[in-house]
């Protein structure tokens, strides 16, 4: 048996911290009647339970929705419980976290759990910088990632970032750009998300006066991205109709006007992101097989925030000393970056974004801020007041605090601000994350809606478990 620092069982990191050995691990989980669940054990940690958004799924009935993690470590492969019901064991011992020797069993329920070598490493190239273009990130997973993306910046390949939303993916299109051949031509961002899908075609490809009622002579996003870069984001919610137009684009580097038989040549890089796990989009029928394929061939994982903890200080100090005036991390109150690295980060890089605005405001609202009561996970806040209640509430009962230290202008856009934050939150709950009836019980636009959830990074429950799984496939 190897030993429990055999290097086959660590990260290992070569060439002065330019590569990283990968061992090729897997982690299978036995149940009482024999049953094995199996699945590689990557850069990426692995999630056991029972709920289907995990990364290991076990029906084993004393196994707790979302039961263990496992990483692998630079000391080895760590085994995390995650306040199960029924506890994680090594050796009939209870454990909160603890390094699993290879080939020892771990108790997970009535079912074992071992994690073995399963052939040779893989040798993956580490960035020696803890930046790409705009994006930070020093942790081993994102200087893995500005690695590929060093490597593929100079070439003209399609590229497909996926990742749950806020974890950077736009950042990284933009900052690709910046690093390609292209960086002096045109970046265009569709955001096929805001678009109604009605429209979408016209937005891409463009109109011809006369193609439908009001068409105007108009080039679309493509002809606009020409000699530069195309930044087609949540190509998942592209309609399939429009799916094969873009495939033709993509294939061709043609595009065809709405309502014109002439063929443009166009010049653009294509680079596409999505939070939706395309590849369960396409068993389903909801996304073309063919598209799929023409953009994967460059498929680049972004991960999720909770999974590169390390990156949350640097990430911290880029946001704060963006601020006017700059500011520090030690600016916050001591307790705020442990607090920072123990949550979970739904919303990702985008929340803590918003949260460091925040809490720069009042960093008295830290526990409120990262408390249970926040994200789609906890329960619904009581329910939100109607007008005619709204009109009763007596101004001296408002409590002011900090806000009397800001000017009357600052003070009236915090408050305005967390109250849209609340309002928005409240109404997503309410429609179990469906932007469009949230927005029109709101009364707004789905875009203004997107928008919005986009300023206070609040994440749309939909798609969540699809991003989820989206990380693994
Ligand atoms: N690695 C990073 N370094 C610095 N800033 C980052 C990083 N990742 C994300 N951000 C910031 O976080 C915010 C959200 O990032 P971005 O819009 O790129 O996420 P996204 O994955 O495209 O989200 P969505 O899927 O919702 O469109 C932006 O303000 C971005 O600048």
Redesign the pocket.
């Known amino acids: 048996m190897p030993s429990e620092r055999d290097a086959s069982f660590t990260l290992t990191s070569l060439d002065e911290g330019r590569s990283l050995r990968l061992p090729n691990l897997r982690a299978t989980v036995t149940l009482p009647d024999r049953q094995t669940f199996t699945a590689p054990l990557g850069l990426a940690p692995l999630v056991l339970g029972k709920s289907p958004e995990c990364d290991l799924v076990v029906t084993d009935p004393k196994v707790s929705r979302v039961h263990c993690e496992i990483r692998l470590t630079e000391q080895g492969v760590l085994l995390k419980d995650i306040q199960s019901r029924n506890g994680t064991f090594i050796r009939d011992v209870r454990i909160v976290e603890a390094l699993l020797p290879p080939g020892v069993p771990a108790t997970v329920g009535d079912s074992m759990l071992v994690v073995q070598p399963s052939g040779g490493a893989a040798v993956l190239p580490l960035s020696t910088r803890g930046s790409f273009g ?4 020093e942790g081993l997973a ?1 200087r893995a990632l500005f690695a590929r993306l060093e490597r593929v910046a100079k070439s003209e390949e399609t590229i497909l970032l996926l ?1 749950e ?8 299109a933009r900052s690709l750009h910046q690093e390609s051949r292209r960086a002096h031509g045109p970046y265009v961002i569709v955001d096929c998300g805001a678009i109604p899908s009605s429209t979408i075609e016209a937005e891409l490809f463009g109109t011809v006066a006369g193609a439908a009622t009001g068409a105007v002579n108009r080039a679309g996003f493509f002809e606009a991205a020409h000699q530069g870069t195309i930044f087609i ?2 190509i998942g919610e592209v309609p399939l109709e429009a799916q094969q137009k873009l495939l033709r684009v993509l294939e061709a580097r043609t595009v065809r006007r709405l309502g014109s038989t002439q063929e443009r040549a166009i010049d653009v890089r294509i680079v596409a ?1 999505t ?1 939706r796990n395309l590849k369960a989009m396409v068993a389903a029928g909801k996304f073309r097989q063919d598209l799929y394929f023409r953009l994967s061939v460059l498929e680049l994982q ?1 991960p999720p925030l909770r999974e590169r903890r390390e ?1 949350i200080p640097l ?1 911290v100090e ?1 946001f704060l000393s963006s601020r006017n005036p700059p500011l520090r991390a030690s600016d916050l109150p001591p307790e705020t970056l442990p607090m920072l690295m123990g949550y979970e980060w739904p919303g ?3 929340e803590l ?1 918003n949260v460091i605005a925040r809490l720069v405001l009042f960093p008295e609202l830290l526990h409120e801020i990262l408390g249970p009561a926040e994200g789609y996970a906890s329960e619904p806040t009581a329910a939100p007041l109607r007008a005619d209640e709204a009109a009763k509430v007596d101004p001296e009962d408002l409590k002011l605090g900090k806000l009397l230290e800001l000017s009357l202008p600052e003070a009236r856009e915090a408050v305005l601000a967390e109250l849209e934050r609340k309002y928005a939150t409240a109404k997503l709950r309410k429609y179990d994350g469906n932007i469009s009836r949230a927005a029109e019980a709101m009364g707004v636009s789905r875009q203004l809606l997107h928008r919005l959830l ?1 300023r206070h990074g609040i994440r749309a429950k939909d798609g969540i478990s699809e991003s989820t799984a989206a990380r693994r496939t």
């Open positions: 705009d994006a930070v990130g994102m990742g939303s806020g974890t950077g993916k736009e950042v990284l984001d949540e992101a939070h972004v990156d990430l880029r990702n890089v985008r974004r986009d």
